[in-house]
């Protein structure tokens, strides 16, 4: 090997090892968690569940009309109520069973999930 070819080698093992021991030094123990609520909090349609639908599933390809319910400002609660998607038990309700299942949007992370199945144990106020 030509000296240029090693001064080459050495310098690029040194930036291997800097970059995984900076990798290495970086990780970090502690993970950030959601920030835990109360399950026995009263949950509003339009403080707390609407935001979530209008968000994640309220689509314009989505449940903002053109699929079943219509999860749109104003016309979730009349959607979900008269289509039958929030009766008990709301373990097990087409709203609930739907959010579980493999559907494709599957952005709602697990607290909005409880948010949700808490607002319509609660009996799915419109409020």
Known sequence: MTPKVKRIRQI??????ITTSAGIASCEKYQILPTPFDP??????????????????????CHGGV???????????????????????????????QMMSGHPNSSLSDNNRKKILYWTTQGAQNN
Not at 12 to 17: E, G, K, N, T
Not at 81 to 95: A, C, D, I, M
Request: glycine content about 6%; overall charge positive.
């Open 67 to 97: 699929q079943s319910p219509n999860l749109s400002e104003g016309k979730s609660y009349n959607s979900l109520t008269n289509g039958g998607f929030v009766k008990p038990p709301y373990e097990t309700s087409r709203l609930y069973m």
């Open 40 to 61: 026995t909090q009263i949950w509003s349609l339009k403080n707390d569940i609407q935001p979530i639908f209008s968000s994640t599933c309220a689509l314009a390809s």
């Open 12 to 17: 690029l093992v040194a930036v291997i090892v």
